[in-house]
């Protein structure tokens, strides 16, 4: 028997989402570590219809991950009743490149319009700017780029993904943003401490990413750089919790984030049925024992050098099918 997902609310939107969404960095390019590579794009379109029919109704893309939107539009997922498809604009704010307020909001206005003719939309639920720092969101320069494109209708709901505390701490004391995308898994746990208390105080919805930490809490670990042997360190140890309690590592990463009532929907990145499976199966097992939880918590690493994937070695690569090297976009 098949069982669906549950849902939960994601914030002050109101929308309904399914608690473990899909993240298609891995069907728009070559993302992750060790070996990988890109399905060809007819095993994309069955893969997503897959994906919905096991009641996943939350899909997560982005302008910048090569060719997701463009298979995703292909696929016609995105016009499915209950699908809820959000994307992201502004990836120049996350590459940390200048840009005047005018230039943002063409960039931004770009985005968005070339995502709904990729998806084959007239409109997004929801769209999230991907980066930014706290003195962008303070000087209104992204909200009011966002603002224009909720009048002329092309967004109805607005959301911001971010590192480290002080932006999403701008973003929900700006009033603006109704969702917050943030990094959270047992290896990354500093948005606890405050921003997730913020969030729901203000009844703002969460996004989940990372909840693998981009495959370091699978058994992908083992192409992890030396030069994060205190992450492995800690992904090892977890990996020992999970095999005492009778599950794999990712179940219980899966599990650990879905713990956090404040989360709306936690992201599964992936382009494999079966990974998608193990994730329901994770989320049907329920919230892991306040016990289980506060061993996890003496895992947390705060150091963003280790558990950010932007800084993490130039040098770490994704070995395809060919033998090619890939460097890793980094997120």
Wanted: one cysteine or more; charged letters at 25%.
């Amino acid at each position: 028997m098949t069982h669906f997902p549950k849902e939960r609310t994601l914030g002050r939107t109101g929308l309904k989402v399914s608690e473990v969404g899909l993240g298609t960095t891995t069907i728009g390019y070559i993302y992750g570590i060790g070996p990988r590579e890109l399905p060809p794009e007819d095993e994309v379109i069955t893969f997503l219809h897959q994906v919905v029919e096991l009641g996943v109704t939350f899909i997560d893309t982005g302008s910048f991950y090569g060719v997701a939107e463009e298979r995703i539009g292909k696929s016609g997922v995105a016009k499915l009743p209950n699908v809820i498809v959000t994307t992201k604009c502004g990836h120049v704010l996350d590459k940390g490149e200048a840009i005047s307020d005018a230039d943002l909001t063409k960039e931004m206005k770009k985005n968005v319009e070339d995502s709904l003719q990729k998806l084959g939309l007239d409109h997004l639920e929801l769209v999230q700017v991907h980066g930014g720092t706290a003195e962008r969101i303070k000087d209104g320069s992204i909200i009011g780029a966002m603002q224009k494109l909720k009048d002329v209708g092309l967004v109805r709901y607005v959301g911001i993904s971010t590192r480290g505390e002080e932006a999403p701490l701008a973003a929900i004391e700006s009033g603006f943003f109704d969702v917050l995308q943030l990094a959270h898994s047992i290896l990354d746990q500093r948005m606890e401490r405050n921003v997730f208390v913020e969030a729901a105080k203000h009844n703002i919805g969460i996004i989940n990413r990372s909840a693998l930490l981009k495959g370091a809490l699978t058994p992908a670990a083992q192409y992890l750089s030396p030069v994060l042997a205190p992450l492995k360190k800690n992904s090892d140890a977890a990996k020992e919790i999970a095999k005492r309690l009778g599950m794999d590592l990712p179940t219980l990463a899966l599990r650990f984030a879905l713990s956090s009532p404040e989360v709306g929907s936690v992201l599964v990145g992936t382009n494999k049925l079966k990974h998608m499976q193990v994730a329901l199966a994770a989320a049907e097992q329920g919230s892991l024992s306040q016990d289980i939880l506060d061993e996890l918590h003496a895992l947390a690493i705060d150091d963003p050098l280790q558990v950010d994937p932007k800084n993490w070695p130039a040098d770490m690569v994704a070995d395809t099918k060919d033998g090619k090297k890939v460097p890793h976009p980094n997120r």
